[in-house]
């Protein structure tokens, strides 16, 4: 996108940050920022590519948070405070109300969550979005996916389930629309669990954000843990009353168990620091203990139960 691309990022993402860190911004080969006295750099990326993330015609803004969003969930599962953004935008065509649209809800989020956009590129062709995202760490300290113990606690935060509900509504429609709003809020703009991550990085064993569903993300924990296992109370399962109310229960539950994109946040927890929950910034539901068996063990009420599919992976369908 040779011709008006100069403009283009001018208009729409050249916004002057004040962030301190932030030596040079947008407008030259490369960003120059610094690192605060002794923090560390947590990085990573993410894309959404539509006909895989999101269907042709999404509005721009929900895109944005889409994004945003998912971004940023990595750095709260790390336990990182968010710093920096980049974003690697290829466009089929400048188009203005879409840029505006776009760009608008990005810097509100950058606001909303202290992030600085420092740079980015910007290519024609399919529509694609990605977004790379700094953030500080205390040197030494980091929520990774390897701590969990046998005996922890596996807590989620918020609930899990709705995201795949907005997306059951959005492809084929809501059996009643009383929840619609909510169900797709959750699915269009999800909530980085910053705070709690932040909270957690001194108490939690092991952590992750809910990508792919709560089966297939604690599965990542329990093998980079040592090949642990867990037993889980489906009962405890925090679903919201929207997603039952819309769906049923049975279905609600097998969404918040193997639905992804809720971007909640999944982490163990030494037994002890169970009365340090109520303290958090947000509920966090206990919904079982890690094992030492190697496998995931369902109950409801008691009773052992199995349940179909694991999550979503992208290269591999059960
Ligand atoms: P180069 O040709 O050196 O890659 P570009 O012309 O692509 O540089 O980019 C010029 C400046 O604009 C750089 O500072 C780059 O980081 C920034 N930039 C390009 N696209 C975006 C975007 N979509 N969002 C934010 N910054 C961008
Ligand atoms: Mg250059």
Redo the contacts with the bound molecule.
């Keep these: 996108m040779s011709l008006g ?2 403009e ?2 001018q208009r ?3 916004e002057a940050s004040s962030d301190a860190s932030v030596a040079l ?7 120059v920022c610094s690192i605060p006295e002794g923090q560390q750099l947590a990085v990573s990326i993410d894309s959404l590519v539509q006909g895989t993330h999101f269907l042709e015609g999404t509005p721009a803004d929900l895109l944005a948070s889409r994004l945003f969003g998912s971004a940023l969930s990595d750095l709260a599962a790390m336990g990182a405070t968010p710093a920096w953004i ?4 290829t466009l089929p065509s400048a188009d203005d109300e879409w840029l505006q649209l776009f760009s608008t809800r990005l810097f509100e989020l950058c606001r909303q969550y202290g992030v600085a ?6 290519t024609k062709g399919p529509l694609q979005l990605s977004a790379q995202v700094h953030g500080f760490l205390p040197k030494g300290k980091r929520l990774t996916r390897s701590g969990a113990r046998e005996g922890d606690l596996i807590c989620i935060s918020g609930t899990v389930g709705d995201s795949r509900g907005g997306l059951e509504g959005l492809l084929n429609g809501f059996e009643n629309d009383r929840h619609a709003d909510y169900l797709l809020d959750r699915f269009y703009a999800p909530s980085p669990r910053i705070e709690l991550g932040e909270a957690l990085l001194d108490k939690a064993s092991a952590g992750i954000d809910i990508s792919d569903g709560v089966l297939s993300d604690l599965a990542h924990i329990l093998k980079a843990s040592g090949q642990l296992g867990a037993r889980l109370q489906l009962e405890a399962l925090p679903i919201s009353n929207q997603l039952i109310e819309t769906f049923g229960e049975e279905r609600s539950r097998q969404w918040a168990l193997t639905g992804g994109e809720d971007f909640e946040l999944c982490f163990t927890l030494s037994p002890e620091y169970l009365p340090f929950l109520p303290q958090l910034s947000m509920p966090v539901s206990v919904v079982g203990k890690v094992t030492s068996s190697a496998k995931v063990e369902l109950f409801l009420r008691g009773e052992a139960c199995e349940i179909q599919g694991s999550g979503y992976d992208h290269f591999h369908h059960n």
């Design positions: 691309e100069f283009l990022i729409y993402f050249a911004g947008i407008g030259d080969d490369c960003a980049t974003l690697a935008l956009l420092i740079g980015g590129d910007t």
